[in-house]
Structures are given as structure tokens and as C-alpha cells.
Nanobody, 125 residues
Framework: QVQLVESGGGLVQTGGSLRLSCSASGRTFGTYAMGWFRQAPGKEREFVAF????????VYAESVKGRFTISREDAKNTVYLQMNSLKPEDTAVYYC??????????????????WGQGTQVTVSS
């Protein structure tokens, strides 16, 4: 069992930056691949970024490529999402998620076993 807690959301102006953190419980965090998803009001949840268990493979949605960076620090059981050059369309609740094995269909939320409660990111224009 893994419990995930996101933090770091808030209100920021267009062009600003935020760093989201996702802290995980459990001694097996290093064996999990991690993803970030987001859900804007009235929209379905969408994939944002993925990092594999070893941290040497990352994938991003086209909409955030070049602006967002996912990373992990296994010694702290934490995965991060550095978000730069934020746009109003990035406004959403951001969720981190963990999957026990594999990297296939990294964009599919159904492939993830554990989810955090989400943190709100609001980008003002």
C-alpha cells in the first residue's frame, strides 16, 4: 500500500513557476513508476508527465513539454513537478499517481494503482 500526498500548489501569474511535490509512504517507493495528471473544471483528467522507477526515463504531454520537469528523489520518497512559464490553461487540480510495474500506457490513468488527493494550481492572466 502506498499513500501519496501532494503539496506546492497555489496561485501564480502567467509566466510564473511552481514546484509540486508528492510525498509517498512505504519502503518500496523506489520500485514504483510515477505520474502526474491534472483535471481542469469540466474536463477529463489528463496525463501530464511520467517518470520510471529508476528515473532515467521521462515522458511529457505535448502541452507541457519544455516547460515542466518531472524528477524523483527516492531517499525522500518524493517526486516533483517543476512547472515553468505557466499559462492560464495550466489551471487545474494536479494529481500524482504511482504504478507498481511497467511503463506501457504511461498516459492512461487506469494503469496507476495509487493516487493522491490533488493540489490546486491556478494561473492568472
Amino acid at each position: 500500500q502506498v499513500q501519496l500526498v501532494e503539496s506546492g500548489g497555489g496561485l501564480v501569474q502567467t509566466g510564473g513557476s511552481l514546484r509540486l511535490s508528492c510525498s509517498a509512504s512505504g519502503r518500496t517507493f523506489g520500485t514504483y513508476a510515477m505520474g502526474w495528471f491534472r483535471q481542469a473544471p469540466g474536463k477529463e483528467r489528463e496525463f501530464v508527465a511520467f517518470i520510471n522507477w529508476s528515473g532515467d526515463n521521462t515522458v511529457y504531454a505535448e502541452s507541457v513539454k519544455g516547460r515542466f520537469t518531472i524528477s524523483r528523489e527516492d531517499a525522500k520518497n518524493t517526486v516533483y513537478l517543476q512547472m515553468n512559464s505557466l499559462k492560464p490553461e495550466d489551471t487545474a487540480v494536479y494529481y500524482c499517481a504511482a504504478r507498481a510495474a511497467g511503463s506501457t500506457y504511461y498516459y492512461a490513468d487506469s494503469r496507476y494503482n495509487y493516487w493522491g488527493q490533488g493540489t490546486q494550481v491556478t494561473v492568472s492572466s
